[in-house]
């Protein structure tokens, strides 16, 4: 027989923010955000587990706590509109395009039942009576007293620090006229975006809503619960021989179960007085018929241990009742959703029990306002520790909402996550620089990883600096068109500190740079110059720079200053009587002479090409051939500082980035030590920051440098697979200050990767006190671009090649023949 809804309805009406049955039960409904999912420790779960006790404490007798939590099956939908985006980020759009993921929204629902509301069974449910609301809902003064205990029960669990709630009002309980509001969402089973329609709910062949087959599974019973219970279980699939990784105890029937899914969690405080004269009263009766069965012996024996539990450790008596609602529009996919809940139920150690006659009033019950028609015959005592632990406790990764930032994925579906890991860990107080230290060893995705950061920030307007020994950046420096500076016999690397470009004037630290260079150039590493030598130079550059003022046809560079040192500058000196042990000025030109035209190294200071260094916001600095050569590299070094410290210095508002693969091994040799000390001290002070990439463990305790000066000042540390040195990652923990819940974090990357999807998992800690891992997964279009596999990189030049060099036309076709198999 077929009824209306609005006939059966249990809710009377929704005001000041509350919902109303017409039973005079009133509820208060929190919208609540979760901690992520692989985040929490085991100390933390035990923290947040306490808790939630202490909140459900303050609750008042005749309360109902109903939390529930949704998990709908979604896509990802790509972003089209923007035609800012660059070429690789819409193809990034278009690849994660229609990605599946589960996402997730939760609830708690507080209900105050009437002191005289007779308990609901499954015979006496609203779905099959009604009443009247009886006076005591009517009583301001109790519904002030409830206010203020849910009051009190949202800030117990926000000053725990894990979690966030807001109470919805009236307009996001109701529904509009375009936007399904709360009852409606849940009579319906309707995602948030799903559009009005109404449906019909049956119950005649088991429970379906509309389209949608459904099934319900209950934890109702004491004898199908787990024999223990915990804040928190192992989760083998990231756990190893040295750590074990935690989840919570209920994860398994949220974010872990994949599918659409409800699972609602009840928790009834009655009157703890009444409770316990019940039970008191069962024992006898059970202890006078202990005679005639065994069975009434041991029920004895439990409702006598369970008195002396509540009043020994002072514990809260409940009632509790769990289930999951799991449904598909497809009625073959009922025997999988069955199998994949009764895994997870079996993971806790605890029974499946799929409801069917019942099903109809625990679906009914489960509705925004009706927890307390809730069949109390389907409901187990406990104690609200116990209960407590069967509430699922964490959400799915979470977006930020910074506008600067890198694109990674959730680690269980790959669903794209914004995370920003400079401005907003600042702003927080988590990080008090931005400074980063990457460690991964070869094959790790290390390059890869930071082949990503870097495009990311390049293409939210940082100006970057790369320091490389390997020729990992060629393809990004390519394809964003920055300048590459690499030497080979060919085309050797060039320079000109000499040349000021448009918007760069000769301040003292463009003539300090360039008179330290020259220095560099003239005097060994043991000799020193004096005084006079010094200003000698000073006044050179100064006459230099008046003389080019002056007659614009001169082109600066090392070139014409040597000339102007021969002629110009010598009368000078002829005229001011300098004597040579002052300033020598033949040693100082003979000296200089194979970088001037017909030299040795002609080429190097005299360039007349990528010459505006401070406005060119993406240069890469490859030292692979030179990082041995006893000329060459003090001077490129020099030039690098220069560069960066001129961008630093000079350009106000803009981020800065300089990151430094293995170079900076060789940089340190070099004695320049000191400047990346002072780098990682003073960069944050003008808007940048400093990354530095290694691969071995060992390169970081050889080295004083890196051990005090860049560890110390690096808020953020992402390390990528070090599962082998698991063996001695002790080592690693305490010289990084990673704590035991990151060890785990960081053992855990890349155990139980999707086999169907090629990507590298990285661990980000930032300040010690933000960990998590996610997924480095990208288009087949930045992968090419990324990639340092020399196979790939020959192949994908050579397209760029048919395409007059444009290897973003090159990127596209190689990409396309890729995807087709060809």
């Not at 706590?65 to 972003?79: E, I, R």
């Not at 910074?402 to 669903?415: A, F, N, Q």
């Not at 051939?625 to 961008?647: A, G």
């Not at 320049?672 to 691969?695: C, D, S």
Request: glycine share 6%; proline share 3%.
């Amino acid at each position: 027989m077929e009824k209306r809804m609005e006939q059966m309805l249990p809710i009377m009406d929704i005001e000041h923010d509350c919902i109303i049955s017409k039973h005079g039960d009133i509820t208060v409904v929190f919208k609540v955000e979760l901690p992520e999912i692989f985040t929490l420790s085991d100390q933390e779960y035990e923290s947040f587990h306490q808790s939630w006790i202490k909140a459900i404490k303050v609750l008042p007798k005749h309360c109902v706590f109903h939390k529930q939590d949704w998990f709908l099956q979604s896509c990802y939908s790509g972003d089209f509109s923007n035609q800012d985006n660059s070429f690789l980020s819409r193809a990034s759009e278009r690849f994660f395009n229609e990605r599946p993921f589960l996402d997730h929204c939760c609830y708690i629902m507080l209900t105050k039942k009437p002191a005289d509301r007779k308990n609901s069974s499954s015979l006496f449910s609203t779905l099959i009576r009604k009443s009247l609301a009886p006076d005591e809902t009517l009583k301001p003064e109790i519904l002030q007293d409830f206010w203020d205990a849910c009051g009190q029960f949202k800030r117990i669990i926000e000053d725990s620090g894990f979690i966030k709630m807001m109470r919805l009002p009236n307009v996001q309980l109701k529904s509009q006229s375009r936007k399904l509001g709360l009852l409606e969402q849940y009579c319906f089973l309707a995602g948030r975006e799903e559009s009005f329609i109404f449906s019909d709910i049956k119950f005649s062949e088991g429970l379906q809503v509309g389209n949608k087959y459904c099934q319900l599974f209950t934890l109702g019973d004491a004898a199908d619960l787990p024999g223990l219970c915990g804040s928190r279980i192992n989760f083998d699939r990231y756990s190893t021989d040295k750590t074990k990784f935690s989840i919570g105890f209920a994860s398994t029937l949220g974010q872990l179960l994949s599918c659409n899914h409800i699972y609602n969690q009840y928790l009834f405080i009655e009157d703890p007085q009444k409770t316990m004269q019940k039970l008191e009263s069962k024992r006898l009766r059970l202890q006078s018929l202990s005679a005639y069965s065994r069975e009434n012996m041991i029920a004895r024996d439990a409702v006598n241990d369970f008195l002396n539990e509540a009043i020994s450790q002072q514990r809260l008596p409940v009632k509790a009742h769990f289930n999951v609602l799991a449904w598909s529009e497809d009625k073959e996919e009922l025997k999988d959703i069955k199998n994949k809940v009764s895994s997870a139920l079996a993971q806790m150690d605890a029974a499946a029990k799929q409801e069917t006659v019942g099903a109809p009033q625990i679906y009914w019950a489960g509705m925004p306002g009706n927890a307390a028609d809730f069949p109390m015959n389907d409901t187990f005592d406990t104690f609200s520790e116990q209960a407590v632990c069967f509430l699922n406790m964490e959400t799915g990764y979470l977006s930020s909402l910074s506008p600067v930032g890198i694109r990674l994925g959730d680690r269980l579906t790959g669903k794209p996550v914004h995370v920003d890991i400079s401005d907003e860990p600042v702003k927080k107080g988590i990080c008090t620089n931005r400074n980063k230290f990457i460690l991964g060893p070869s094959g790790s995705g290390k390059s890869f990883f930071t082949n990503h950061m870097v495009r990311s920030y390049y293409e939210q307007g940082t100006h970057i600096v790369l320091v490389d020994v390997g020729h990992s950046y060629k393809g990004l420096c390519d394809m964003v068109s920055g300048y590459y500076f690499t030497y080979d016999e060919k085309s050797p690397i060039r320079f000109n500190p000499f040349y000021i470009g448009e918007g760069d004037n000769l301040d003292t630290e463009k003539k300090e740079s360039i008179k330290t260079l020259l220095l560099a150039l003239w005097k060994k590493d043991d000799e020193t110059f004096n005084r006079s030598e010094y200003v000698a130079l000073s006044n050179a550059l100064q006459l230099y720079y008046d003389k080019l003022d002056t007659h614009t046809e001169i082109f600066p560079c090392f070139n014409s200053f040597y000339e102007f040192l021969k002629e110009d500058f010598l009368a000078v000196l002829q005229g001011d009587k300098v004597k040579e042990k002052d300033f020598d000025v033949n040693n100082f030109l003979y000296v200089l002479r194979p970088y001037y035209k017909g030299g040795e190294f002609d080429y190097l200071l005299n360039a007349t090409e990528n010459l505006n260094l401070l406005k060119e916001r993406f240069i890469v600095f490859e030292l692979d051939n030179i990082k041995d050569h006893p000329i060459l590299f003090p001077v490129v070094t020099i030039i690098i500082m220069e560069v960066f410290i001129s961008k630093m210095r000079k350009l106000k508002g803009i981020r800065k980035m300089i990151l430094i693969e293995e170079a900076w091994k060789a940089i340190a040799r070099e004695g320049m030590a000191e400047y990346l000390k002072y780098l990682f001290k003073t960069v944050r002070k003008f808007f940048g920051e400093a990354i530095v990439v290694t691969q071995e463990v060992e390169d970081i305790i050889s080295s004083p440098v890196v051990k005090q000066a860049i560890i110390n000042n690096s808020d953020c540390k992402i390390l990528l697979d070090q599962s082998k040195y698991q063996n001695k990652f002790d080592q690693i923990q305490e010289l990084l200050g990673l704590t035991d819940k990151e060890k785990a974090l960081v053992l855990s990357v890349n155990k139980a990767n999707d086999p169907s999807k090629k990507y590298k998992e990285v661990f980000i800690s930032l300040g010690g006190t933000l960990s998590k891992v996610y997924r480095t997964e990208v288009s087949l279009e930045e992968y090419l671009a990324y990639t340092t596999e020399e196979t790939e990189k020959v192949k994908m030049n050579a397209y760029a090649s048919k395409f007059g060099g444009d290897i973003k036309k090159g990127i596209a076709a190689l990409a396309d023949e890729m995807r087709n198999g060809n």
